[in-house]
């Protein structure tokens, strides 16, 4: 396809397109001074307000744990340029605990102290949970004791009770972690206000075609661990989130009419919630 006209003011060239999701066409460019960078355009659909948010969290992280926003312009972002290397890689290449651990390292950077307020943009972590909320109460009114119903008790439970409230990612999982220059990096954040607790749970749903690891009572314990520690957080709080989590995605599911996907992350859940019992 054609690519768009970028902004004079960005002094960018020579693009190519690199990937192109549901919500986006990526574009690599070439920036005055010959460094790469990329430009994130955003398509018109249904939810474009949740890729936005990912503009003002990028700026008010300043570059310290996640990708520089170098430019915006209308529902066009310029980016720093991450780097080729996913987390995946780090997985396929030295196992699992080698790459939770970096997930890890990356948390506390992306938690690390700011001097400057949020942004008022931020989506509520409860708003998020809305999906969620809808699907539990449909079911607990069809007589349904479903693991929509537990979990949405869990959620209600979690967020009137924050460890405490900061900017989340809100996205974070295998593909969304990069190594370049600046080492490792997050991309693609949708910008949430909450409990740090939430941005660790997408971890256990990932990566999505390892689904014999992500049902691993061992891998499910061990990411519980790490992450408590890192976020100062106890395990047993940090796999309630993942339960929450997993749940809620699949009620995105549910309404994409997407019963596959739905009832993976459901499994997930539930062997989530069989080791939540052993702490």
């Known amino acids: 396809m054609d690519a768009p006209a970028f902004p004079a003011r960005w002094r960018v060239s020579t693009p190519e397109l690199v990937a192109e999701t549901f919500s986006s066409h990526i574009w690599k460019v070439r920036r005055e001074d010959g460094s790469p960078a990329i430009v994130k355009a955003l398509k018109p659909f249904d939810d474009v307000a949740d890729e ?23 529902h066009s972002m310029l980016l720093e340029y991450a780097g080729e290397t996913l987390l995946q890689q780090v997985l396929d290449e030295q196992g699992d605990n080698a790459a939770t651990a970096i997930a890890a390292d990356l948390l506390a950077k992306l938690f690390s102290p700011s001097k400057h307020p949020f942004p008022p943009e931020l989506q509520p972590l ?20 479903s693991i929509y119903v537990e979990a949405a008790v869990i959620a209600d439970r979690l967020l009137a009770n924050p460890h405490d409230i900061r900017l989340l990612h809100g996205d974070l999982h295998h593909d969304n972690i990069l190594y370049g220059p600046r080492g490792w990096l997050a991309i693609d954040p949708k910008g949430v206000l909450g409990d740090p607790g939430f941005d660790a749970a997408n971890m256990f749903y990932n990566p999505l075609d390892r689904d014999e690891l992500c049902l691993d ?21 940090i796999l309630d989130y993942a339960i929450a989590y997993g749940c809620l995605s699949a009620s995105w599911h549910h309404e994409d009419d997407n019963p596959g996907e739905e009832n993976r992350e459901l499994s997930i859940a539930a062997a989530i919630r069989a080791v939540r019992a052993s702490f």
């Open 52 to 74: 936005l948010r990912g503009e003002h969290y990028l700026a008010w992280r300043r570059g310290e744990g996640a990708v520089r926003l170098l430019g915006r312009d209308g």
């Open 126 to 145: 409860k708003d998020r949970f809305s999906s969620l909320f809808r699907k539990a109460a449909i079911d607990r009114d069809a007589g349904h004791d």
């Open 217 to 237: 009572p061992e891998r499910i314990a061990h990411m519980a661990e790490v992450f408590a520690e890192t976020l100062g957080q106890t395990p047993p709080a």
